[in-house]
Each structure stands twice: as structure tokens, then as C-alpha cells.
């Protein structure tokens, strides 16, 4: 069963910072590069940053530098620290692994709000 639980959202003053957690199943977890994607109001859904297995990380252009994806294999959960917190960084924040043969999976997301 696939699992994908995220948490940590919430409204944020511009300049502020977020943790995102994602709570994933063991098997999931232990078998896959964990991502977050995020879609703002009006807009296709994008993705914002990866870490494999091995810990190696990727982030999309818009956000690096202020996002740091990291993973916890005795939590089997995964991290998106968000610093800077930018208004267009407002949006619904998604974990997901791939599927297998084609697709992904998702969780339910998570709002985040940048704001004053």
C-alpha cells in the first residue's frame, strides 16, 4: 500500500520559513527518489526538488538556494526547508515517488500561504 502523508504547511509572512514533512510507507520510502511538486492557483502543477536513494538532491531553478530537500530513513519521512518564503511560493505542495510503469503517485498535499 502506498502511502504518501504530507504535513507543515501553513500562512507564512514573506521572508519566513517552513518545514514540510512527508511520511511515507517503508517500502516506498526505501525504494524510491521521494519529490515534492506544488501547484499555485491557476497554474499547471511543477516540480520543486528531488533526493534519491543515494542523497543526491536536484532543485527546480525558482527555488534553489532557499529549499533544501533531506530524507530520514529511521523516520522513513521526508524534509522541504523553505527559507525566503516568496509570495509566489504560495501554493499546494505534493510529495510523490514515481509508479510503476508509468505515472506517479501522490499524496493529498499540503497548503503553504506566503503572505502579510
Known amino acids: 500500500q502506498v502511502q504518501l502523508e504530507e504535513s507543515g504547511g501553513g500562512l507564512v509572512q514573506p521572508g519566513g520559513s517552513l518545514r514540510l514533512s512527508c511520511a511515507a510507507s517503508?517500502?516506498?520510502?526505501?525504494?524510491?527518489?521521494m519529490g515534492w511538486y506544488r501547484q499555485a492557483p491557476g497554474k499547471e502543477r511543477e516540480w520543486v526538488a528531488q533526493?534519491?536513494?543515494?542523497?543526491?538532491?536536484n532543485y527546480a531553478d525558482s527555488v534553489k538556494g532557499r529549499f533544501t530537500i533531506s530524507r530520514d530513513s529511521a523516520k522513513n519521512t521526508v524534509y522541504l526547508q523553505m527559507n525566503t518564503l516568496k509570495p509566489e511560493d504560495t501554493a499546494v505542495y505534493y510529495c510523490?515517488?514515481?509508479?510503476?510503469?508509468?505515472?506517479?503517485?501522490w499524496g493529498q498535499g499540503t497548503q503553504v500561504t506566503v503572505s502579510s
Open positions: 510523490s515517488v514515481p509508479r510503476f510503469p508509468s505515472g506517479r503517485y
Open positions: 533526493i534519491t536513494l543515494g542523497g543526491n538532491t
Open positions: 517503508e517500502r516506498i520510502f526505501r525504494t524510491n527518489t
